[in-house]
DNA sequence: TACTAAATAGTATTTACTCCTATTTGTCAA
DNA sequence: TTGACAAATAGGAGTAAATACTATTTAGTA
């Protein structure tokens, strides 16, 4: 292992690309230089980026491009499973009571948030890797999808 | 049980209503009758409102409040563990490659995403209950606390 | 009852994201 | 290879969410 965290080192990151040209095609996408930049941009860093983050980034490359172009990009890409929106970000901040002990369903479609209760995912076990790095204020379990409703 | 879902009836509501003023008081915290409200207000609701949300409920009760104030007393609120915030919402989407099975843990502080991976978490079971309901798209253990820096 | 620190109202600002439109570009078929 | 067309982009405008600022009000207290 030559290459820290999860980040893709070149041989990877052709491969990858080359992967994803094709992913495109299939799913009928445009192969543009700008999407595959920030393709790239993105694998190639391990900061879990905002639209913002990669736009900077992306920016090096072509100094011209706009942030929409960035964020469309992404979501796009989320939409053939070519990347992925880290789970519950990007909604405005949801308050809770709290009062029992629940777990959280969230639907993609219409944001509502669904309390379940699981008892066995009251009580989850952490690794000590982590309970020994970081302190952790909350664990849950944390399920997105499309609700009774909107399926 | 007559009262539906994990709205709080007006016994449990009055009940309540007395603990958070002492845990206001313990914590130092002025009562202040915009406070109560936009407190019990959260507990009458299954919705998991937005800032937002609630505003427009204590605006009946309080017209001339301002959101500034509703938002400001929820996230004190959360600081004293007396409602907390929906684990995830309320930052910038961020992205992931997402090339490897993992799970994220979030820093609370400075925003960072981590990446871990704990086997055990990788399949995790839904109950019944769920999976016949709705179409879970995503499921994974999501911590949140403070990192190896800023804890 | 009067003082003081904390909280609020109202407004301004910042940030994240989405929408709109003219222009450009990748793809496909002749 | 070229031309047509749908898709994608750039740039700017618009919208929503959250925060910051300041003058005023209020809860706690002595």
């Known amino acids: 292992m030559n290459n820290k965290n999860n980040k893709t080192n070149t041989i990877e990151l052709d491969e990858k690309t080359r992967q994803f040209t094709s ?29 913002e983050m990669l736009y900077e980034k992306v920016k090096k490359i072509f100094p011209s ?28 901040r949801r308050f809770d009571g709290g009062l029992h002990e629940h777990q959280h369903f969230r639907c993609v479609k ?3 948030i669904i309390d379940f209760h699981h008892k066995p995912f ?28 909107c399926g």
Chains 1, 2 share one sequence.
């Not at 970081?134 to 009774?148: A, D, P, S, W």
């Open 23 to 51: 992913q495109c095609r299939e799913a009928g996408l445009k192969v543009t230089p700008q999407r595959i930049a920030i393709y790239r941009e993105l694998l190639k860093t391990d900061e879990h980026p905002s639209a």
């Open 65 to 92: 491009i706009s942030l929409d172009t960035v964020n469309r990009t992404l979501l796009t890409l989320n939409e053939i499973g070519a990347a992925f929106t880290v789970v519950g970000s990007g909604d405005a």
């Open 110 to 112: 219409c944001k509502r």
């Open 122 to 149: 009251d009580n989850i076990k952490l690794p000590a890797e982590i309970s020994e790095k970081f302190t952790v204020l909350r664990k849950t379990v944390y399920l997105e999808g499309l609700c009774n409703l």
